[in-house]
């Protein structure tokens, strides 16, 4: 079974900060998915990496697989960023299951 | 941009009824799922869905759950005797690519309440 952990759970930053959230799993995966919940409830997904290195717009998302870790980073953080970030992780023996972690709740102030 | 579209968004209902989610996902996508998040908690997976039939389950998905795509489009998620704990969120999503490696597009989500 594939433990997932976030870090930090919550995380308040003033607008412009750079912003790093973790992500580390025990077993070995097939890929990670890195999603963004809305406060209303939905989900977006952001990236899907299963190597190297991915950006899109201010976001960036790391994985380093030997490590077993992951980092979503944001660069000039915005109100509008606020949301849950989610890390799941998909197993390496080809099955659907995605197992989640709890999701970093972050705050970006004005 | 397509989407994957849920209806409804919010169901109440009594404890015992069944109750039916619905699910549109993408046109050209292969591979459906369902998530579920009870409120505070993380999301967890149901079910994965290929080629008219499951091709995985959680051990949550015990024999109250059912699942069908029964025209080509839409994708349902049966509750058949709903209880207080099945009070949730439910997410479909839906992917054109297996085993977890491709994007996953997600709907908005029914939020199911259960009395």
């Known amino acids: 079974k594939n433990e997932v952990e976030q870090s930090p759970q919550n995380l308040t930053a003033q607008e412009g900060e750079f912003i790093t959230i973790n992500c580390s799993y025990s077993?070995?995966?097939?890929?990670l998915h890195w999603l963004q919940q809305h406060p209303g409830g939905g989900i977006v997904s952001l990236f899907m990496l299963s190597s190297g290195k991915k950006k899109h717009g201010r976001l960036i998302a790391t994985i380093n697989i030997q490590e077993k870790h992951s980092s979503l980073h944001i660069t000039a953080s915005h109100p509008r960023d606020s949301a849950v970030y989610i890390c799941?992780?998909?197993?390496?023996?080809?099955?659907?299951?995605?197992?989640f972690g709890t999701g970093t709740r972050l705050t970006i102030i004005p | 941009e397509p989407e994957v579209t849920q209806t409804p968004s919010h169901q109440v209902t009594q404890m015992g009824q069944e109750v039916i989610l619905r699910c549109v996902p993408i046109?050209?996508?292969?591979?459906f799922y369902w998530y579920r998040q009870i409120l505070g908690q993380k999301v967890e997976f149901l079910v994965s869905?290929?080629?008219?039939?499951?091709?995985?389950k959680s051990e949550i998905f015990d024999d109250q759950f059912s699942v069908e795509r029964p025209d080509g489009s839409n994708f349902t998620l049966k509750i058949r005797s709903t209880k207080l704990e099945d009070s949730a969120m439910y997410f479909c999503?839906?992917?054109?690519?297996?085993?977890?490696?491709?994007?996953?597009?997600f709907g908005e989500g029914s939020r199911l309440t259960v009395l």
């Open positions: 046109s050209n996508h292969l591979y």
């Open positions: 999503a839906s992917t054109p690519l297996a085993g977890n490696t491709g994007e996953l597009f």
């Open positions: 869905f290929y080629n008219n039939e499951i091709s995985e």
């Open positions: 799941a992780v998909g197993s390496n023996f080809g099955n659907e299951k995605l197992t």
């Open positions: 077993v070995g995966i097939s890929a």
